[in-house]
């Protein structure tokens, strides 16, 4: 009864909040012609950008006990250590979504041994190797791959599936040219390479910046791409945008989400933080 009641008054108030910012999305999408609705769209946005913060919780798999062997003979095992996670990366995260509003707080970090099926060392072999087609797509026969190399245990059970747990998986190499993977086939278990050769067209891999200087893009941190795909966890897609976006498709290239992006992502983040 009482859990009952509980949980209308949460439902109530992810309701209350879900009117209030699609209320605020229409205020602000509508278009304008006259100087007071355009000092009333900076008002808008304020009030989005100041409402209470939100916290998620995020659970870091730094995925160990495997060596990777790219074809140019880069060999790529685990680097990035805890220490790593808590006193750069999270933070990093946290100044880019702090935008939305939104805090992402560690749940644990989990230091884990990858699975080593019959089928081990051919996805070794298969993710080394991996490329896009000619359009630009990552390859999706490379997800399975990752997936099998994740610790059952350490997945999100059904019951915290859609809650408020979100996963970051750091493996050695994810394949050529990409960086990171939402996984939305894979409830979200998100996966990442601290190796990449996305910078250099699919060259040697070099250890993944952990950061980067905002305001100089130029090859795209692990915190970054970190920052992209919890935006697709969001409920967030690819934009094409002027410039310095997010979650910028083929132009990807910055930090920035949009006013709608942002109200997306709160009522998506709302309706999971009480979980
Ligand atoms: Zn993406």
Redesign the pocket.
């Known amino acids: 009864m009482i859990k009952n009641r509980v949980f209308r008054k949460k439902l109530s108030s992810i309701l209350a909040a879900t009117i209030f910012l699609v209320f605020l999305y229409n205020c602000s999408s509508s278009e304008s012609s006259n100087r007071d609705d355009e000092i009333e769209i900076i008002d808008d946005t304020e009030e989005v950008k100041t409402m209470d913060t939100i916290v998620l919780n995020i659970r870091v798999h730094i995925m160990k006990d495997i060596i990777m062997t790219h074809p140019t003979g880069q060999i790529m095992t685990s680097w990035v250590t805890p220490a790593n996670v808590t006193e750069i990366i999270v933070l990093e995260v946290n100044k880019i979504w702090e935008q939305a509003g939104i805090v992402w707080n560690i749940e644990s970090i989990i230091e884990e041994n990858v699975v080593k099926s019959d089928t081990y060392n051919e996805s070794l072999v298969f993710l080394a190797n991996t490329k896009r087609d000619s359009q630009g797509r990552s390859d999706p026969a490379r997800l399975p791959h990752l997936f099998s190399l994740m610790q059952p245990k350490y997945l999100s059970t059904e019951s915290q599936l859609g809650k408020n747990l979100f996963h970051i998986y750091l493996f050695p190499f994810i394949g050529n040219t990409s960086q990171g993977n939402?996984m939305s086939s894979y409830n979200y278990h998100s996966v990442l390479g601290t190796w990449t050769n996305k910078h250099n067209g699919g060259g040697v891999p070099e250890k993944t910046l952990l950061t980067e200087v905002q305001y100089s893009f130029n090859r795209g941190s692990l915190s970054r791409t970190i920052s992209?795909?919890i935006g697709?966890v969001l409920n967030l897609s690819?934009k094409e945008c002027a410039d310095s976006c997010l979650m910028g498709g083929t132009n990807s290239d910055g930090y920035l989400l949009t006013e709608g992006q942002i109200i997306t992502a709160r009522i998506e983040a709302l309706g999971r933080s009480f979980d």
């Open positions: 939402a992209h795909e697709h690819h």
